[in-house]
């Protein structure tokens, strides 16, 4: 039995998929079925049904994975606590991050933090939050850059900044001749939202009342994941939208002239650096903590008084 099998029977695990779990693995899904396979002949037991697609751990098998992710995750601290102990910027983070966040966030520090940290890899998936969670849970990330608060005793949260949310309303909107709005002000009928499972939806929802039953008299329904998409349709003159203010970066002054601020106090988020309670990496994630610090508006690090909003 290797280190190297246990990470494939995991990786497996995760993807329920041979071929997916050799891309992440970086070797040929022919190897990792033969590396599997001599774990199961080693132990004598059959740890995946491979009959079912997608592929399912047989039920000793998932006892056999979870054990794995236990071997794994302290295979792992013998490295992690050596670099700790010498406060040494160096090692893979596997990061996590919410697609309302990342292409805003990211530009603004990560290039410069792997340029000033060379022996520091990191990697980056764009996942919804409760998939963040799960993977972070089973160690398949480190650490994850979501709003919070969660609400989970497992995971441990550190408020990194306050981002306010603005209005971005298309000429024709209700909200044009106002300078500043109140939640109130916002007509549901022209309001263009992500799809379900975004934490950004769930706080523009509870901004805006928006309860189970309501039925909005919408012209278009448009489900999307991306706010770029949003943007582009409330530029085309129909409707109104909710942004996080990152968003803003780079507009226009046409595009900025769109823009409508709440009155104080403002909706915000909190968006946080989150980690499972058994995570070691402290020197490298303090680093990490403080690049994004210093890399985002200053007036967006201290909380103000904000208007509640509940994921």
Not at 146 to 154: F, K
Not at 234 to 253: D, F, K, Q, R, Y
Not at 291 to 307: N, S
Request: hydrophobic share 40%.
């Amino acid at each position: 039995m290797t280190i190297t099998q246990l990470e494939y029977i995991v990786a497996v695990d995760a993807h329920r998929s041979f071929v997916a779990a050799a891309n992440q693995c970086f070797v040929t899904q022919p190897t990792l079925s033969m590396q599997i396979q001599k774990l199961e002949a080693e132990l004598g037991v059959r740890l995946f049904d491979r009959k079912k697609q997608p592929v399912v751990p047989t039920e000793i098998g998932q006892e056999v994975v979870e054990q794995a992710h236990k071997i794994l995750a302290e295979h792992r601290r013998i490295k992690e606590i050596i670099a700790d102990r010498k406060s040494e910027m160096a090692g893979h983070l596997r990061l996590g991050i919410i697609p309302t966040l990342a292409p805003y966030l990211l530009p603004l520090f990560l290039v410069k933090f792997l340029g000033d940290n060379p022996k520091v890899n990191v990697s980056v998936a764009e996942l919804p939050t409760q998939e963040i969670l799960r993977q972070l849970t089973s160690n398949l990330l480190d650490c994850g850059l979501m709003a919070t608060p969660l609400h989970d005793p497992s995971i441990d949260e550190t408020p990194l900044f306050y981002e306010p949310l603005v209005a971005y309303i298309s000429d024709g909107s209700v909200l044009a001749a106002k300078t500043e709005i109140v939640p109130a002000d916002i007509d549901v009928n022209e309001l263009l939202l992500l799809t379900e499972g975004h934490c950004l939806r769930s706080q523009v929802v509870n901004l805006c009342d928006l309860k189970a039953n309501c039925q909005p008299n919408l012209k278009l329904e448009y489900q999307t994941g991306s706010i770029e998409t949003l943007k582009r349709l409330v530029e085309m003159n129909h409707g109104s939208t909710i942004l996080p203010e990152l968003s803003l970066i780079g507009l226009s002054a046409t595009d900025l002239s769109r823009v409508r601020r709440f009155q104080h106090p403002a909706p915000t988020r909190e968006i946080s650096l989150v980690t499972h309670r058994s995570f070691v990496k402290k020197s490298l994630i303090e680093g990490f903590k403080q690049e994004i610090i210093r890399a985002v508006p200053t007036k967006m690090l201290v909380p103000q008084e904000r208007a509640g909003l509940n994921l």
